[in-house]
């Protein structure tokens, strides 16, 4: 079947505008994770969604980033007002995960967004 | 707060020889799970071997197995006869155990393999 796919492959945006990266995870898988990775930084969780909500936001670097899931299925990541720093990898992944079993269910991984401020 | 660390920025090996990779990482769990990631220049990051902490035997994948040291907090991955589609990045991660929603990976800086022919 399909795997994780993400879109756009690669983005350029100016200082200051809005970008939106899309994420369509494996279907029926309900977990779906967004991961920063940056030079400085390496590789950072941002945020988990389980279903349609979002009990972990806690790597969200500020308020200009936002995420939302619909259908239990596509995810957007929105930044705002992107700023230079916020030039990364941006890599979704997405697992079934299994009520009552152990949280091991591996993560499947797209094959990222580059974003580039200039 | 748990961490990963990994020591080795670049490793370079010869083909068909094998290499080790380092990693060791911090948690005050007594239950989780332990990953090794590749990540080619395609940017895809792919699942090489997993470990579950309460599992003593050590996990292996064909050419690849760890050695997972839980006292000493220390998972490193080998890779024996080395090919040249194993250079990549490769990312050691943790994962918490059961409970609550924090699936989410740990990674490590990552360790630049090269292989050479």
């Known amino acids: 079947g399909a795997g994780v796919s993400q879109s756009p492959s690669n983005k350029v945006t100016e200082k200051g505008k809005d970008v939106e990266l899309r994420c369509d995870p494996i279907?029926?898988?309900?977990?779906l994770y967004w991961y920063r990775q940056s030079l400085g930084q390496g590789l950072e969780f941002l945020i988990y969604f389980q279903g349609n909500s979002a009990p972990d936001k806690s790597g969200l670097p500020s308020d200009r980033f936002s995420a939302e899931r619909t259908g239990g299925s596509v995810s957007t990541l929105t930044i705002q007002r992107t700023q230079q720093e916020d030039s990364a990898v941006y890599l979704c992944?997405?697992?079934?995960?299994?009520?009552?079993?152990?949280?091991?269910?591996?993560?499947?991984f797209g094959p990222g967004t580059r974003l580039t401020v200039l | 707060a748990q961490t990963v660390t990994q020591s080795q920025p670049e490793m370079s090996v010869q083909e068909a020889e094998t290499v080790t990779l380092s990693c060791t990482y911090d948690t005050s769990e007594s239950d989780y799970y332990l990953f090794w990631y590749k990540q080619p220049p395609s940017r895809q990051m792919i699942l090489v071997i997993r470990q579950e902490a309460y599992k003593q035997q050590n996990a292996t994948e064909n050419r690849f197995s760890v050695n997972f040291q839980k006292a000493a907090k220390s998972f490193s991955l080998k890779i024996s006869d080395s090919q040249l589609g194993d250079a990549a990045m490769y990312f050691c991660a943790y994962r918490k155990s059961y409970g609550g929603s924090q699936g989410n990976l740990i990674f490590g800086k990552g360790t630049k393999l090269s292989v050479k022919p």
């Open positions: 992944a997405s697992s079934l995960t299994l009520a009552g079993s152990p949280l091991y269910n591996e993560q499947f």
């Open positions: 279907s029926g898988h309900t977990a």
